[in-house]
């Protein structure tokens, strides 16, 4: 496995949606694997193949380190609870900064496996925080732009000064 070189904020490709995996092979497990290296080393808890400058909808989430590993491809948020929670959130391509961040309490979501197999899942607590970070990830929004304008502006500029 490799260590991908990660996007860096204000990367334009950050904000650009990704296209659905439509192979499903070697190479496509290799990046999910090249991807949970990446993840690790940043580190994070989560990560897209965007992050790395490739625009495919496939996302690795590790919680509670490798044994807890998830992969989904091609995912998509099917429903929102209308309770909501805040978390703290920051980005392996923007370092050092974190803001909380409200979202949807529970999610349920559809998704294929690397064999390209059909799944669906609910989740709540930090594993649905996290998937709604990466698929607006996929979707080409950046975690700050769910942020007040004023918030964002102050993670921008203590970015910059990093």
């Not at 992050?51 to 490798?66: N, W």
């Not at 803001?99 to 609910?122: C, D, F, W």
Request: glycine residues 6%; proline residues 7%.
């Amino acid at each position: 496995m490799a260590i991908l070189p990660l996007l860096r904020y204000p990367d334009p490709r950050l904000r650009m949606p990704c296209k659905p995996v439509e192979v499903f092979d070697a190479r496509l497990a290799a990046l999910a694997g090249d991807l949970a290296d990446t993840m690790r080393a940043a580190p994070g808890i989560g990560i897209t193949a965007a992050h790395a400058g490739i625009l495919e909808r496939l996302t690795v989430i590790e919680l509670d380190g490798p044994a807890s590993q998830r992969v989904y491809v091609n995912p998509v948020i099917e429903w929102f609870s209308p309770e909501l929670q805040r978390h703290m959130e920051g980005s392996v391509s923007m370092p050092g900064v974190t803001e909380e961040v409200e979202r949807p309490a529970r999610i349920r979501l559809a998704y294929r496996n690397l064999a390209g197999e059909s799944r669906a899942e609910e989740a709540d607590g930090l594993l649905a925080v996290c998937l709604q970070h990466e698929i607006d990830q996929l979707d080409g929004i950046f975690w700050i732009d769910r942020l007040s304008r004023l918030k964002r502006e102050r993670v921008v500029k203590k970015f910059r000064k990093l």
